[in-house]
């Protein structure tokens, strides 16, 4: 499926839905025609950054060579999958 950008309002409002338990999330997503994963992305970016974790990023991230080599090292060591690691290492630097 192609990237596809959502304003932050239209986040927070099927966001509201969700978190008002008015649909189920398969209800939600075909609705909305929003992959599940989509949506249990905004709701963790939402309990993490409030609103703003809604807003769309205005620039890509950046990661240094070193992170980069050791998520790879614990992906293949099994240790956490590679999205699991670059949250776990992002949340150490906020």
Do not use: C
Request: proline share 2%; aromatic share 18%.
């Amino acid at each position: 499926m192609p990237n596809k950008f959502y304003s932050g309002q239209f986040k927070y409002e099927v966001l509201l839905a969700y978190k008002n338990e008015n649909y189920t999330v398969e209800v939600l997503t075909a609705m909305y025609r929003i992959p599940n994963v989509t949506l249990y992305n905004w709701v963790e970016k939402f309990e993490m950054y409030g609103l703003s974790g809604l807003e769309n990023a205005k620039t890509w991230k950046s990661y240094s060579k070193e992170l980069k080599e050791a998520a790879v090292k614990d992906h293949i060591l099994g240790e956490y999958s590679h999205v699991e690691y670059i949250r776990l290492t992002i949340l150490i630097f906020i």
